[in-house]
């Protein structure tokens, strides 16, 4: 179950301002830009094994994490296969988010104290229109975010074939 709080914290407040301005989405960013982004965000804490988002889910929030991990699986029956974990930094979520259809995958929180940003697609639309360039920034880092999980996915892959069918051999 996961914990939401609008950011009126000034300390909480504090602490992701400078923690954002450390990451690739806020790297164009002033600190008064960054601090704006916060507005439009809310904070959700996780306990480990919760379930962020599931398959299913049409993706009506974009998520950022701030701390712990969180594991994009695929559940197949009583087992989940674990895709990939992302940590402190990356963005979730963005394909269905963009698309509008079910996602694929669910999102566990693999911490015990795993926090995330979440960006609802009514305060993205709402940010489109009175900060275009904060929300170019996000479409930037949904790019640079797919890239890099589809990198791991096919890395993985390739290691997994080249381990089951030797070297050479193209699947």
Do not use: W
């Amino acid at each position: 179950m996961a914990e939401a709080a609008i950011i009126r914290d000034n300390t909480e407040h504090a602490q992701l301002t400078q923690f954002l301005t450390q990451q690739y989405l806020c790297e164009s960013l002033t600190v008064a830009e960054v601090n704006t982004l916060l507005n439009y965000l809310t904070v959700l804490r996780f306990s480990s094994d919760a379930v962020i988002s599931d398959v299913g889910d049409v993706g009506d929030e974009l998520y950022f994490v701030v701390k712990g991990e969180v594991a994009l699986v695929i559940p197949d029956g009583t087992n989940e296969y674990e895709v990939v974990r992302s940590s402190a930094g990356e963005m979730l979520g963005m394909m269905s988010f963009f698309d509008k259809r079910a996602r694929s995958v669910r999102l566990v929180a693999k911490a015990a104290d795993t926090q995330v940003l979440k960006l609802p697609r009514a305060m993205y639309k709402r940010m489109k229109v009175e900060h275009p360039y904060i929300a170019i920034n996000i479409v930037e880092q949904a790019v640079l975010s797919m890239d890099h999980l589809f990198r791991a996915v096919s890395s993985d892959h390739a290691q997994f074939s080249h381990y089951l069918y030797g070297p050479g051999v193209k699947t």
